[in-house]
């Protein structure tokens, strides 16, 4: 190779972004993302997350987008939904209820 040629010029890649994400529900019924293992088991960090319920109801391993893009996915594709919890209020709700229909 002469002074004058040029090298060939090194191929780069961009790596795509990986994401191995699976759904729980909180205390609340909220869906929760979190870290999992391919075969779904959580990540040994987000166990303390999970407070003792470790049932993950649907995983799922993403590629090439951003965490926020597959997060949507990950919940369109599991076709569950938020379930809230009715809150526990020391049956005040409950007794207003009643209340409310004796005066009608």
Do not use: C
């Not at 040029?6 to 994400?21: E, G, Q, V, Y």
């Not at 205390?27 to 470790?54: C, H, I, Q, S, W």
């Not at 090439?64 to 597959?70: E, F, I, L, T």
Request: aromatic content about 6%.
């Amino acid at each position: 190779m002469s002074k004058t040629q040029k090298a060939p010029a090194k191929k780069t890649t961009t790596a795509k972004p990986r994401w191995s994400i699976g759904l729980f529900r909180n205390a609340v019924g909220k869906l929760v993302t979190v870290y999992v293992t391919a075969d779904g088991e959580p990540m040994p960090y987000e166990k303390k997350r999970l407070n003792g319920n470790g049932k993950i109801l649907f995983h799922e391993v993403i590629t090439g987008m951003k965490y926020s893009q597959a997060r949507k996915q990950l919940l369109r594709d599991s076709g569950l939904k938020d379930e809230p919890v009715e809150e526990s209020t020391n049956g005040k709700a409950k007794k207003a209820k009643r209340r409310r229909s004796r005066r009608n």
